[in-house]
């Protein structure tokens, strides 16, 4: 009785049933995207349904599948992550269809094929994080794979980088253990929010000499490449947290700062003529 009659009550018991649409609304938000979800079943049947996948079924909701993230007030799926499940197929093209993802990861299976060209800002805006390490992709690295955190370590890749690299905005680029020819130095400039590039173990071949590092590059692993020239002097003001540019072809003084001085003679070993510390002198 008192309940109907007090106003005050009344109020709450409204104040309740808004926050309750408000949280089944909510949690309706968090469901998959349809489109989506689609898509996802599709990527699961492209890489042949594989029983570490049973789980993406119709029992849960898409965005609570292993491996996926949604926007919880869209339902758009913004990561993908297939990690480590050792399965063979080439990179799904349903993947287009997710054009809300901001990470993929697809590191350690058996992926074979080329790298395909959507995988990049163009057809997917807000991807800002793709890896593909430890897969056997093979072809060359499509110009239109510009991603912010880009690592396609340790697979087959062949040919020269795209020219496009030169003007895209890299933060970390790990390209090592491939078989990529010819010139990285367009990866470089003063400006650029480069902080990590690796290229270990491929067959580059540029003048380091003539490159601008950038102000916030701290780490660069460059060896078993053919990179010529010298060591660049602004190397010496850079606060390096890895440095290794060792059997290359590199030549001249290594360039004195107090964080190149925590790394031993073997980030400089097997080139051509480097001389000073942690080298013997120049000169001698
Ligand atoms: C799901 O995503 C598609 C784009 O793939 C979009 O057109 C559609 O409006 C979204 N659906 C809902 C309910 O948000
Ligand atoms: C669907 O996924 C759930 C886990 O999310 C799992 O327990 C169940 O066995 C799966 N169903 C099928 C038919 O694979
Ligand atoms: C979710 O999507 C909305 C609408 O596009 C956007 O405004 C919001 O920033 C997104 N949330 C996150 C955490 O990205
Ligand atoms: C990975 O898959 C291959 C076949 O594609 C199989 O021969 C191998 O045993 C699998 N390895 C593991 C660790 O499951
Ligand atoms: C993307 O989704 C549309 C609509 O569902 C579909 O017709 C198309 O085949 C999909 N594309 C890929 C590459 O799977
Ligand atoms: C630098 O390269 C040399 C030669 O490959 C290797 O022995 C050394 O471990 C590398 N250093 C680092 C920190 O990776």
Same mark, same amino acid.
């Given at each position: =009785?008192?309940?109907?009659?007090?106003?005050?009550?009344?109020?709450?018991?409204?104040?309740?049933?808004?926050?309750?649409?408000?949280?089944?609304?909510? $949690?309706?938000?968090? /469901?998959?995207?349809?489109?989506?979800?689609?898509?996802l079943l599709a990527v699961k049947s492209a890489l042949g349904?594989?029983?570490?996948?049973?789980? !993406?079924?119709?029992?849960?909701?898409?965005?609570? !599948?292993?491996?996926?993230?949604?926007?919880? $007030?869209?339902?758009?799926?913004?990561?993908?992550?297939?990690?480590?499940?050792?399965? +063979?197929?080439?990179?799904?093209?349903? %993947?287009?269809?997710?054009?809300?993802? *901001?990470?993929?990861?697809?590191?350690?299976? *058996? @992926?074979?094929? +080329?790298?395909?060209?959507?995988?990049?800002p163009h057809a997917l805006p807000d991807l800002t994080f793709?890896?593909?390490?430890?897969?056997?992709?093979?072809?060359? %690295?499509?110009?239109?794979?510009?991603?912010?955190? /880009?690592?396609?370590?340790?697979?087959? @890749?062949?040919?020269?980088?795209?020219?496009?690299?030169?003007?895209?905005?890299?933060?970390?680029?790990?390209?090592?253990?491939?078989?990529?020819?010819?010139?990285?130095? =367009?990866?470089?400039?003063?400006?650029? *929010?480069?902080?990590?590039?690796?290229? +270990?173990?491929?067959?580059?071949?540029?003048? @380091?000499?003539?490159?601008?590092?950038?102000?916030?590059?701290?780490?660069?692993?460059?060896?078993?490449? =053919?990179? &010529?020239?010298?060591?660049?002097?602004?190397?010496?003001?850079?606060?390096?947290?890895?440095?290794?540019?060792?059997?290359?072809? @590199?030549?001249?003084?290594?360039? *004195?700062?107090? &964080? $190149?001085?925590r790394f031993g003679a073997k980030h400089f070993a097997g080139?051509?003529?480097?001389?000073?510390?942690?080298?013997?002198?120049?000169?001698?």
């Amino acid at each position: =009785m008192e309940f109907t009659t007090n106003p005050s009550n009344v109020v709450t018991t409204l104040l309740l049933a808004v926050l309750v649409l408000a949280a089944a609304a909510h $949690t309706d938000g968090a /469901l998959c995207n349809k489109s989506d979800k689609a898509a996802l079943l599709a990527v699961k049947s492209a890489l042949g349904n594989p029983p570490a996948l049973s789980g !993406w079924n119709s029992t849960v909701a898409c965005c609570s !599948w292993d491996g996926i993230s949604c926007n919880a $007030t869209t339902g758009r799926v913004t990561e993908l992550t297939v990690f480590a499940l050792n399965i +063979s197929a080439p990179i799904p093209a349903a %993947i287009a269809n997710l054009t809300k993802l *901001q990470i993929i990861n697809f590191a350690y299976n *058996q @992926l074979y094929g +080329s790298i395909p060209a959507f995988l990049g800002p163009h057809a997917l805006p807000d991807l800002t994080f793709l890896r593909l390490d430890g897969n056997r992709l093979t072809g060359t %690295i499509p110009p239109t794979v510009t991603v912010f955190d /880009l690592s396609l370590v340790g697979n087959l @890749l062949t040919g020269p980088l795209p020219a496009t690299f030169g003007h895209a905005n890299f933060g970390d680029v790990d390209l090592t253990d491939n078989q990529l020819t010819g010139d990285a130095s =367009m990866l470089f400039g003063a400006k650029k *929010q480069l902080n990590a590039l690796r290229l +270990s173990r491929n067959r580059f071949k540029f003048d @380091l000499g003539r490159v601008e590092l950038p102000e916030v590059i701290d780490i660069l692993e460059i060896d078993h490449n =053919m990179v &010529y020239g010298s060591i660049p002097a602004a190397a010496a003001a850079r606060k390096w947290l890895r440095f290794n540019v060792s059997f290359n072809q @590199l030549c001249g003084p290594i360039p *004195q700062g107090r &964080y $190149t001085h925590r790394f031993g003679a073997k980030h400089f070993a097997g080139n051509k003529c480097l001389c000073g510390r942690p080298l013997p002198p120049c000169g001698s």
